[in-house]
C-alpha cells in the first residue's frame, strides 16, 4: 500500500496581515475621535456673519448665553450676579485672555451686550463675538 506525502505550499513564518487590520482600524479610529476632541458640549445656534476674521489662538475665555438667557462661563453654568467676579482673575494676568461671546440667535441684545459690559467693567479688553459663516 503506498501512502502519499503531504506537502505543504504555503511557507512557514507569521501571517501579518491580521497585524496590518488593526492598525489601520486604530489609525482610523484615532483619526476620527481626533476631530470631535475640539467640539464644545453646549449647542448655541450662533448668528450668521458675511464677514469676519479668524482669531489667533491664546488662551480664551468664551462666555455663552443660550436662548433662554442662561449664562456659561467655559461651558460651567453661572449666574449674572456672581459673573463679575468669576472673570477678575482672568483680567488680573498680564497677558490678558480673549473673552469670546457666543450668544443664541433666539437670545435677546440685551443679554449680549450686558455680558459685553460686565467683561469690560471688569476690564477685559479683548472681546469677541462667535459667529458662523
Same mark, same amino acid.
Given at each position: 500500500?503506498?501512502?502519499?506525502?503531504?506537502?505543504? @505550499?504555503?511557507?512557514?513564518?507569521? @501571517?501579518?496581515?491580521?497585524?496590518? +487590520?488593526?492598525?489601520?482600524?486604530?489609525?482610523?479610529?484615532?483619526?476620527?475621535?481626533?476631530?470631535?476632541? @475640539?467640539?464644545?458640549?453646549?449647542?448655541?445656534?450662533?448668528?450668521? *456673519?458675511?464677514?469676519?476674521?479668524?482669531?489667533?489662538?491664546?488662551?480664551?475665555?468664551?462666555?455663552?448665553?443660550?436662548?433662554?438667557?442662561?449664562?456659561?462661563? @467655559?461651558?460651567?453654568?453661572?449666574?449674572?450676579?456672581?459673573?463679575?467676579?468669576?472673570?477678575?482673575?482672568? *483680567?488680573?494676568?498680564?497677558?490678558?485672555?480673549?473673552?469670546?461671546?457666543?450668544? +443664541?440667535?433666539?437670545?435677546?441684545?440685551?443679554?449680549?451686550?450686558?455680558?459685553? +459690559?460686565? *467683561?469690560?467693567?471688569?476690564?477685559?479688553?479683548?472681546?469677541?463675538?462667535?459667529?458662523?459663516?
Amino acid at each position: 500500500m503506498a501512502f502519499r506525502r503531504f506537502r505543504k @505550499n504555503e511557507e512557514e513564518g507569521i @501571517n501579518t496581515t491580521p497585524l496590518v +487590520d488593526v492598525m489601520f482600524n486604530l489609525l482610523i479610529f484615532i483619526i476620527i475621535t481626533a476631530q470631535y476632541s @475640539n467640539i464644545q458640549s453646549l449647542k448655541v445656534n450662533l448668528p450668521k *456673519a458675511q464677514s469676519g476674521t479668524g482669531l489667533e489662538k491664546t488662551e480664551q475665555i468664551v462666555l455663552t448665553l443660550t436662548r433662554d438667557e442662561k449664562i456659561y462661563l @467655559n461651558d460651567k453654568p453661572v449666574i449674572v450676579e456672581t459673573l463679575k467676579e468669576q472673570l477678575q482673575p482672568f *483680567a488680573k494676568k498680564e497677558d490678558q485672555p480673549r473673552v469670546i461671546l457666543q450668544a +443664541d440667535e433666539g437670545s435677546t441684545t440685551g443679554g449680549l451686550v450686558r455680558l459685553m +459690559d460686565i *467683561a469690560s467693567q471688569v476690564g477685559l479688553k479683548k472681546i469677541s463675538i462667535e459667529t458662523r459663516k
